[in-house]
Structure formats: structure tokens, C-alpha cells
């Protein structure tokens, strides 16, 4: 069973952290049961396992360093964090299978908003086709990230997750390079000109889980 978690207001990086680990701790021992937190946090940054100095342009939030996998990304108001606690001992203990879940239940979710997300080489996340911008250098049809995905394990089981934007400021990605990809850009549901909210993703997210997660 998965025990779903909405939290109001926004939750404080180090706070969420403290509280995932000791979840983490007690999914594992048999005390707890699975967990979907459903956060916002304070504008802020996190940097990955592979971060590179490089891609701090601007320090202009907090920096927090984390276990995750990935690279640099921002986290703010407007965004919906979905933290992953699952189990894998129970679901296969086959780290890409998982991401590629995670990756399906986020395409799967914006799916019933019309948006088509997609998946590609090289560039964990969940990204949108833009013919209405102008081409890359190289011709290449420029591209937008709309979700992030980073995971840290412990004993197996998933802590930290996905972030969805849903109407962040888009603004504040300008203080890092997102996940360490220069050319392509980052965006949002409202940006696609969807009137969708933050109560309207919770819900898309948690059909969209039965589907992919058993």
C-alpha cells in the first residue's frame, strides 16, 4: 500500500530531506508503508551527484548539495515535488527500469492534459517538442524540459523523485545550466498555455501511478 501525502504551503529543503531519510528508514525496517509526498519548496537550487562548478552562474538562492542523481536543477513555488519512496526489494531491484517508470508516469500524467512529453538520450527528464521556436544552431528542433528526475537508494528504496513544472518562474533557471544541457530550454504547463493548476497535476498524478506502478 502507498500512502499518499499532500503538504500546504512550502517545505523547506533541509526539512524535507530529514523527514524522507527517516521514512526511507522505516520503509525499509517493515515499520512504514511506501510514500508519494506531494511538496513546493522555497525558491532554491540542488545540486546533484554529477553537478559541475561551471553551471552555479548565480547563486542567487540557496544551494543545496544532495545524494541525487543528476546535476544542477531549481525548485521553487509553482513547481509540484512528487518524493518517491518506494520500495524496490519489492519491485525489482533494477535502477533504469525505474527511472524509466518514472519517467512513463510523468508522460502518462501530462498526457491527460494534451501535452506530449518525451524521453531522450543523454538527457534524463521528461522534455517537449517546440516547433514554435526558433531551430537550434544546428537545425535541430529546439526542445523544453517540463519535468526533472533524480533519485538517491538506500537499502533499495527510493528517496528524492521527480519535479513537474507546473507555473514556476521560469526566470529563476537563468542562476544554473538545468541539468547541465546548454541549447535547449526549460518549461511549464501554464507556459504551454494550459490553465492547469496545482491540484489539477495532484490528481493527473495519481491516476496516472496506478497505471504505471502496480
Given at each position: 500500500?502507498?500512502?499518499?501525502?499532500?503538504?500546504?504551503?512550502?517545505?523547506?529543503?533541509?526539512?524535507?530531506?530529514?523527514?524522507?531519510?527517516?521514512?526511507?528508514?522505516?520503509?525499509?525496517?517493515?515499520?512504514?508503508?511506501?510514500?508519494?509526498?506531494?511538496?513546493?519548496?522555497?525558491?532554491?537550487?540542488?545540486?546533484?551527484?554529477?553537478?559541475?562548478?561551471?553551471?552555479?552562474?548565480?547563486?542567487?538562492?540557496?544551494?543545496?548539495?544532495?545524494?541525487?542523481?543528476?546535476?544542477?536543477?531549481?525548485?521553487?513555488?509553482?513547481?509540484?515535488?512528487?518524493?518517491?519512496?518506494?520500495?524496490?526489494?519489492?519491485?525489482?531491484?533494477?535502477?533504469?527500469?525505474?527511472?524509466?517508470q518514472l519517467e512513463g508516469w510523468v508522460i502518462d500524467a501530462l498526457g491527460r492534459f494534451g501535452v506530449?512529453?518525451?524521453?531522450?538520450?543523454?538527457?534524463?527528464?521528461?522534455?517537449?517538442?517546440?516547433?514554435?521556436?526558433?531551430?537550434?544552431?544546428?537545425?535541430?528542433?529546439?526542445?523544453?524540459?517540463?519535468?526533472?528526475?533524480?533519485?538517491?537508494?538506500?537499502?533499495?528504496?527510493?528517496?528524492?523523485?521527480?519535479?513537474?513544472?507546473?507555473?514556476?518562474?521560469?526566470?529563476?533557471?537563468?542562476?544554473?545550466?538545468?541539468?547541465?544541457?546548454?541549447?535547449?530550454?526549460?518549461?511549464?504547463?501554464?507556459?504551454?498555455?494550459?490553465?492547469?493548476?496545482?491540484?489539477?497535476?495532484?490528481?493527473?498524478?495519481?491516476?496516472?501511478?496506478?497505471?504505471?506502478?502496480?
Amino acid at each position: 500500500m502507498v500512502e499518499w501525502i499532500i503538504s500546504d504551503g512550502l517545505t523547506g529543503h533541509e526539512d524535507a530531506v530529514r523527514l524522507m531519510e527517516a521514512r526511507v528508514a522505516d520503509i525499509g525496517a517493515g515499520r512504514a508503508n511506501e510514500a508519494i509526498w506531494l511538496v513546493e519548496h522555497p525558491p532554491l537550487y540542488t545540486a546533484g551527484t554529477s553537478a559541475r562548478p561551471e553551471d552555479l552562474l548565480d547563486a542567487r538562492f540557496p544551494v543545496h548539495p544532495t545524494g541525487r542523481g543528476g546535476q544542477y536543477t531549481y525548485h521553487g513555488p509553482g513547481q509540484r515535488i512528487a518524493y518517491v519512496m518506494l520500495d524496490l526489494n519489492r519491485r525489482g531491484r533494477d535502477v533504469r527500469a525505474f527511472v524509466t517508470q518514472l519517467e512513463g508516469w510523468v508522460i502518462d500524467a501530462l498526457g491527460r492534459f494534451g501535452v506530449t512529453g518525451h524521453v531522450r538520450a543523454g538527457r534524463v527528464g521528461v522534455w517537449i517538442e517546440r516547433p514554435d521556436k526558433p531551430p537550434l544552431p544546428d537545425g535541430a528542433m529546439r526542445e523544453d524540459k517540463i519535468a526533472a528526475i533524480g533519485i538517491k537508494l538506500r537499502r533499495w528504496v527510493s528517496f528524492h523523485g521527480i519535479s513537474v513544472n507546473v507555473d514556476p518562474d521560469l526566470g529563476h533557471y537563468a542562476g544554473i545550466v538545468p541539468c547541465g544541457i546548454i541549447g535547449h530550454g526549460v518549461t511549464s504547463l501554464v507556459d504551454l498555455g494550459l490553465p492547469v493548476g496545482m491540484a489539477d497535476l495532484d490528481v493527473a498524478l495519481r491516476d496516472s501511478f496506478r497505471d504505471r506502478f502496480a
